[in-house]
């Protein structure tokens, strides 16, 4: 043998054991019923794992009880220490002597998972992220995560720094119960973190499966590939926790495959118990009683943005992710269970096979890519998309004034998209002008105050002019 077929065959045994490390990380998986919490699946559910970015919901928990309490606010300038700013990627990209907007910091931890945004979070409640990490374990147990212990707010490996599948599944249903005003930030494809327009972790899962509103994604090479996500379909509602994933792709198809079954497995309906209120350490001694907000689990409202604050930038990239992405046309073994089916608890189960994806996509969102010889001429004319079909209203919200045709079609999906809640039941329609090549952007079918409602909030936000009209 040659030295260079040698120093080859090297090379190869070395990529080799590379790959085989990078998918050693175990399998863990807990699907839950978030309306009482319910376990509908396990495996390896109380193994203790490296969480990864999964850490960040705490993070992020305590954050939002701290702006409750009244003891921090969104628009609070939040000075960037050098300990904050040298945290290694992902990251927002923060300077060690600048200051930024907690709603930024919270915006780059929930959305694109930003370790220094996070260290800068756990130095704004607690002072130093040891002490935030102390209270971040003890958050924990209150919530009756027994087998969790934090030593950071990002999730970076580090020796004692573990949780497991369950834990995680019960940390993701607390946040969702008690925050339900900042639930919708774990849904948003891109957001506006100041620095830098940041994209979702987790947006492929987002736009593939249908009813996906969250949570958090988490990768390192001790951890590998985990999610929590939650979707919901008509009064259901689960949660899944999934560690170890072999790739991205593997761990989103697999995800969906948790998800499925427990949809077929959870009864249709079920009387809601919500998680018991748990006091948070304040530090001193004492607890603090976490004001939870009376919302019901069906609402999570999205808050208002600020003056001056425009969306339109992200609003094309979510068009754009949601028109281009093609799915992956390999698929997942199905995991066939009957509805309500006996719910078996088992000590392990191998990875799947990496080249996996998700296959269900949400409904009203499957649209042509627009180019631009796409005009009226050579197209059928638009059909109304319903958002949801139980719409029996008489009143319009028409949008702006007077658009072509490409440009109105997006001006619809856009604002359902952003609007989903404040336009439901309500279908897209553009109305001829008389003038060739020009609509009006409309949405029917609403009730009045349906309708006043939805123009209030897109006023508010200041995306688009509105007017509520009557008579269809």
């Known amino acids: 043998m040659t030295i260079q077929a040698f120093r080859g065959l090297l090379l190869v045994l070395f990529f080799l054991c590379s790959a085989a490390s990078s998918q050693a990380a175990p399998y863990a998986a807990y699907v839950m019923d978030a309306r009482d919490g319910t376990v509908l699946h396990a495996r390896n559910h109380d193994t203790r794992l490296h969480p990864a970015s999964l850490t960040k919901m705490m993070t992020l928990y305590l954050v939002f009880d701290a702006i409750e309490q009244g003891k921090l606010s969104l628009d609070q300038k939040i000075p960037i220490s050098k300990y904050a700013a040298s945290k290694p990627p992902s990251k927002l990209g923060l300077r060690a002597g600048s200051s930024i907007e907690l709603r930024y910091l919270i915006r780059a931890s ?62 993701g249903r607390q946040l969702f119960y008690d925050f339900p005003q900042y639930y919708n930030l774990f849904s948003r494809r ?25 949570i958090k994604t988490g990768y390192t090479s001790a951890a590998g590939f985990n999610l929590v996500a939650s979707a919901k379909r008509g009064q259901e509602r689960v949660i899944v926790s999934m560690f170890g994933g072999s790739s991205s792709s593997a761990r989103n198809a697999r995800v969906a495959e948790l998800m499925d ?17 748990i006091r948070v350490p304040d530090g001193t001694g004492g607890n603090t009683l976490i004001a939870s907000a009376d919302t019901s689990l069906k609402t999570s409202p999205r808050p208002r943005l600020r003056a001056g604050v425009r969306s339109g930038d992200a609003a094309a990239q979510v068009i754009a992710s949601a028109v281009s992405r093609a799915l992956e046309d390999q698929q997942l073994p199905q995991i066939n269970v009957a509805k309500n089916a006996p719910v078996e608890v088992a000590a392990a189960e191998p990875l799947l096979p990496a080249a996996m994806s998700p296959r269900r996509r949400p409904k009203g ?29 008489t009143y319009v919200v ?21 609007e989903m809640e404040a336009l439901e ?48």
């Open 110 to 171: 929930a959305v694109k998972s930003a370790n220094d945004a996070a260290a800068a979070l756990a130095e704004a409640v607690s002072g130093s992220e040891p002490a935030f990490a102390r209270k971040m374990t003890a958050t924990a147990r209150a919530m009756g995560m027994d087998n969790t212990t934090f030593k950071n707010a990002s999730g970076l490996t580090q020796q004692g720094h573990l949780s497991t599948a369950r834990d995680m599944a019960i940390l």
């Open 425 to 472: 039941g309500s279908q897209r329609d553009l109305q001829p002008t008389g003038q060739p090549g020009w609509y009006r952007a409309r949405f029917v079918g609403l009730s009045a105050q349906a309708a006043e409602t939805a123009c209030a909030r897109l006023a508010a936000a200041r995306q688009t002019p509105c007017q509520v009209l009557t008579g269809g």
């Open 190 to 214: 891109s957001t506006n973190a100041k620095i830098k327009t940041v994209r979702n972790t987790n947006r492929r899962l987002l736009d593939a499966y249908e009813g996906a509103d969250g």
């Open 398 to 418: 028409q949008l702006g004034g007077q658009h072509n045709r490409s440009n109105a079609e997006r001006l619809l999906l856009t604002t359902a998209l952003q």
């Open 365 to 393: 969102l499957t649209v042509a890519a627009l180019t631009p010889t796409d005009t009226v001429q050579n197209r059928a004319p638009l059909e109304a998309k319903s958002v949801r079909a139980d719409n029996r209203g």
């Open 261 to 277: 079954l427990g949809f077929n497995r959870m009864p249709s309906r079920k009387a809601e118990s919500r998680p018991r209120r």
